[in-house]
Every structure is written in structure tokens, then in C-alpha cells.
Nanobody, 125 residues
């Protein structure tokens, strides 16, 4: 089993920055991919970014490229999402997720085995 705990959400003005953290515990050696998803009110959960635990390859949805950066600290079993130039449309609950496989469909929420509880990000205009 793997437990994921997100932190770092909050209220920020448009153009500001936030850094989210996702700390993994338990059987962390089984993690192959960690990702961030977000869900705005009344909308489906949306893929944001993914990182392969070994090698560090990263993937982003188009709307956050050049603004968000996903990274990981293997020693701390923690993934991060640095969010810059935030926009009101980035407002959502952000969830981290862990996959025990190198799934090709990293943008599909169904491949993930574990999820955090979510952290709220609100960007005011």
C-alpha cells in the first residue's frame, strides 16, 4: 500500500506562484509514475503533469506547459508541482496520484493505483 499526502495549496492572485508537494509513504519502491490531476467544480478530473520515478521523464497538458514544472525527490519520496503565472482558470482541487506501472496512458486517471486527498488552489483575478 502507498499513502499520498498533498500540501501547498492556497489562495493566490493571478500571476502568482504556488508549489504543491505530494509526500508518499508505505511501499514507495513500487511507484513508477507520479502525476498531478485537478478538478474544478462541475468539471471532470483533468490530467496536469506526470513524472517517471526512474529517469525523470516529464509530461504536461498543453494548458500548463511553460508555466508548471513537475519534479521529484526520490530520497524523500516526494513529488512537487511548481506553478507559476497562475490564472483564474487554474482554480481547482489538485490531486496527486501514483501508478505502480509505466503506463503509456499516463493522462488517464484510471491507470493510477493510489490517490491523495487533494489540496485546494484558488487563483483570484
Amino acid at each position: 500500500q502507498v499513502q499520498l499526502v498533498e500540501s501547498g495549496g492556497g489562495l493566490v492572485q493571478a500571476g502568482g506562484s504556488l508549489r504543491l508537494s505530494c509526500a508518499a509513504s508505505g511501499r514507495t519502491s513500487s511507484i513508477k509514475t507520479m502525476s498531478w490531476f485537478r478538478q474544478a467544480p462541475g468539471k471532470e478530473r483533468q490530467f496536469v503533469a506526470a513524472i517517471r520515478w526512474s529517469g525523470g521523464s516529464t509530461y504536461y497538458t498543453d494548458s500548463v506547459k511553460d508555466r508548471f514544472t513537475i519534479s521529484r525527490d526520490n530520497a524523500k519520496s516526494t513529488a512537487y508541482l511548481q506553478m507559476n503565472s497562475l490564472k483564474p482558470e487554474d482554480t481547482a482541487v489538485y490531486y496527486c496520484a501514483a501508478d505502480q506501472d509505466y503506463s503509456i496512458n499516463y493522462a488517464y486517471s484510471g491507470v493510477y493505483d493510489y490517490w491523495g486527498q487533494g489540496t485546494q488552489v484558488t487563483v483570484s483575478s
